[in-house]
């Protein structure tokens, strides 16, 4: 039998913790996370039964649905991106299948994006320096794609000036943390 040791995707056995000029940058590796897209014809029905699952409408565009124990964020049309705290739901895509049934293809994404939060005071000044978005101007609930670092990315707004999420592709894990950490230290 194997011997496996689970690791973060920056591969510690523990989440990266920076600090820097008041601003923390935090892996976040307890985030199980399914996408989902409505099949051709099946978008009403799709929509009704995320409400269900969600216990609030699916987000709009530019948006996320912040809540718990189940998060959302708009992907593209008819298309989310579903977030769970993992230790909890380490079955949510057969969770998103059982409720969403034919009317939706869903996928397992836990290991294809890393997660990075980042909070404190001055964020904005490193989002600044990080991407093309104007982030003193994002609401709570704010959610878009850009480029960080060349790689695609996306940016949600928890608190404009205390709180973002960046998720990113796990195989640039290393890169898009550098990234991150070399704008606070460039910003702070």
Partial sequence: MHDLTAITALGGAEARVDRHGGVTLAENS???LS???AR???EETCAENLTRLLGA???APGKALLSDPLSAVWMGPDQWMIGADYQAHETLAQTCKDVLKSSASVTEQSDAWVCFD???AGI???MELLCNIDHRR???GDATRTSIHHLGCFVVCGEPDAFVRILGPRASAGSLHHALLTAMHSAL
């Fill in 30 to 32: 307890d985030l199980a």
């Fill in 35 to 37: 996408s989902v897209a």
């Fill in 40 to 42: 051709l014809g099946q």
């Fill in 57 to 59: 409408a699916p987000p």
């Fill in 118 to 120: 980042l909070s404190g």
């Fill in 124 to 126: 904005q000044m490193v």
């Fill in 138 to 140: 994002m609401e709570p």
